[in-house]
């Protein structure tokens, strides 16, 4: 059963300070993966797609890694603002799959 | 380029009413995606519509169901609605079959009473 799990399940920081967050996956023949964010009460904005090939990608502050071979991800914020404060969703899709798998997402907080 | 749009914003029913929710993709986008985001859980899959066809649908009863339109608009109707019901329904475009990035609209907060 393909399935996405996020850790923490929620993140309080200080505003300027960086965090990881993590997401493990076990969806399969994997296609690709992509981190959004979602602001209360708002639908997700996608930060990054990676396929197989891409270890790593850029936007902006947010820098997202891909290990396809232990299946983990991660997406590292540097220098926190208080509109990061959102929840971060993982989403996985499966080769020949059109209905990606969605993790429950890590909420974070940064505190001024 | 305007984004994906839903109406009503916020809708409020009580048990074993009918909703009816709307989304309208973004332009030249054919496919249209549901999902139900209940209190504190990810996102669950519902329908998918591609060209007016439905190509796939998630483990929902068959109270929830929809259809796309020729301009590829989509409604959502939930029947004879629950208690958890309760949710968030975010509708989703993309421009093709496959996985596609998709784009999200703010949602439909349906709250029953």
Same mark, same amino acid.
């Given at each position: ?7 923490p ?72 603002q ?9 989403v ?21 | ?39 504190? @859980?990810? #996102?669950?899959?519902?329908?998918? *519509? ?6 796939? &649908?998630?483990?929902? !009863?068959p109270? %929830? ?11 959502l109707?939930?029947?004879? @609605?629950? #208690?958890?019901?309760?949710?968030? *329904? ?6 093709? &079959?496959g996985?596609? !990035?998709?784009? %999200? ?9």
């Open positions: 059963k393909n399935q996405v799990e996020q850790s399940q929620s993140l309080i920081i200080l505003e300027g300070k960086n965090c990881t967050l993590q997401c493990n996956y076990t969806v399969s023949p994997f296609s690709n993966l992509r981190w959004y964010k979602q602001d209360t009460g708002r639908g997700p904005v996608s930060l990054t797609i990676m396929t197989f090939s891409e270890n790593t990608k850029s936007n902006g502050r947010y820098t997202a890694t891909l290990d396809a071979d232990t299946k983990q991800s991660s997406l590292h914020i540097t220098a926190s208080l509109s990061d404060s959102a929840s971060y969703i993982c996985v899709s499966a080769r020949g799959s059109y209905i990606p798998t969605f993790g429950r997402g890590t909420s974070l907080i940064v505190h001024p | 380029e305007a984004g994906v749009t839903q109406s009503p914003t916020h809708l409020i029913k009580t048990r074993g009413q009918q909703a009816t929710l709307r989304c309208s993709p973004i332009s030249g986008h054919t496919c249209v995606y549901w999902y139900q985001q209940a209190l504190g @859980l990810g #996102l669950q899959f519902l329908l998918w *519509y591609d060209e007016g066809e439905e190509r796939n &649908r998630g483990n929902f !009863p109270r %929830f169901s929809g259809r796309q339109f020729p301009n590829y608009s989509s409604e109707n939930v029947n004879a @609605l629950e #208690l958890e019901d309760s949710a968030l *329904y975010l509708c989703a475009s993309s421009t093709g &079959r996985p596609q !990035p998709q784009h %999200f609209g703010d949602g439909t907060r349906l709250s029953i009473l």
